[in-house]
């Protein structure tokens, strides 16, 4: 074997794959989990070593600078619909603030309530506000997995399974060797990508999914380290080209297993978006409206 026949195998991996990508990707969100409860922790220790004087200009400026924290959040989804706002800055820097935000000004709103609510007006806001924000946390890990990275553009699943369906046909064309690891990947991507019956059926899916990938990815290395033992036996390949062939043909599964992996899920992850949207911005509008309550009520007694 030349080393020309691993390289085009190697060729196969798809440019999507991306592991240092993703490996940042999932750093981003662990750190971000982590920072979480420091911050919560954070705002609690301040607001108890702030004076509590009721009524104090210290509370009322703390509550004024949340507020208008929250009033800019509204910048964002207003540079997204607004013809004459889309050429100021990128929309990622846009998103980034709007994200960072929709983090501080909660946690400043805390600082000025005391981790408090001294009125029913005041308990609504917050917890409207609390529930908006842990709603943009969640919505936010659902747009990492149906977007490139937390900035690119929208993926669109009609073109990943029509890569997919390149990348499928150029595998199969290299495991002739190996019949077993190419039945077992066509019936891995069949159950993948077969439509799911309810949302119920989908998160299933969505939970379980890894494990049969890992699954099926164990059983193809073992048909292919079996296939390439008999093929270099009849070729009479030394053991480094074996070696090297066998290193090219897994890299090229576990591309096609990821990609499949990422499909399988792309219609979960739209179909939790959609319904996050459904729940994420009536919630928006009740913290609005609680907050002006809130500010009014402030100002006339």
Not at 233 to 257: F, N
Not at 273 to 300: E, G, R
């Amino acid at each position: 074997m030349s080393n020309a026949a691993s390289s085009a195998i190697a060729g196969a991996v798809p440019r999507s794959d991306r592991r240092p990508a993703a490996r940042s990707s999932a750093a981003s969100e662990c750190l971000l989990l982590l920072a979480l409860p420091v911050l919560f922790a954070a705002a609690w220790v301040l607001s108890e070593a702030l004076p509590k004087v009721p009524g104090s200009d210290l509370d009322y400026y703390l509550g004024l600078t949340g507020a208008s924290m929250m009033l800019a959040l509204f910048l964002y989804p207003l540079r997204k619909r607004f013809r004459f706002m889309r050429s100021a800055g990128a929309v990622k820097y846009w998103f980034a603030s709007h994200m960072a935000l929709g983090i501080a000004a909660p946690l400043v709103i805390l600082v000025h309530s005391r981790f408090q609510a001294q009125s029913l007006n005041a308990a609504v806001a917050l917890w409207c506000m609390l529930t908006v924000m842990g709603s943009g946390v969640v919505g936010r890990f659902i747009y990492m997995r149906i977007h490139h990275g937390l900035w690119g553009e929208h993926m669109n699943l009609v073109d990943m399974q029509a890569f997919l369906r390149l990348n499928s046909a150029g595998l199969r064309s290299k495991l002739v060797f190996a019949p077993e690891a190419e039945r077992a990947l066509l019936a891995f991507e069949r159950s993948a990508l077969a439509p799911r019956k309810g949302l119920l059926g989908s998160i299933w899916s969505l939970l379980t999914l890894w494990l049969r990938a890992r699954l099926v990815n164990g059983r193809c290395r073992r048909a292919v380290r079996r296939g390439l033992a008999e093929l270099s036996a009849r070729r009479g390949w030394t053991s480094e080209e074996q070696r090297r062939y066998r290193r090219a043909v897994t890299k090229t599964l576990r591309a096609y297993i990821g990609n499949v992996h990422r499909v399988a899920h792309f219609s979960i992850y739209e179909r939790m978006f959609s319904l996050w949207h459904v729940v994420h911005i009536p919630f928006v509008y009740m913290m609005v409206a609680a907050i002006i309550a809130h500010v009014v009520a402030v100002h006339m007694y």
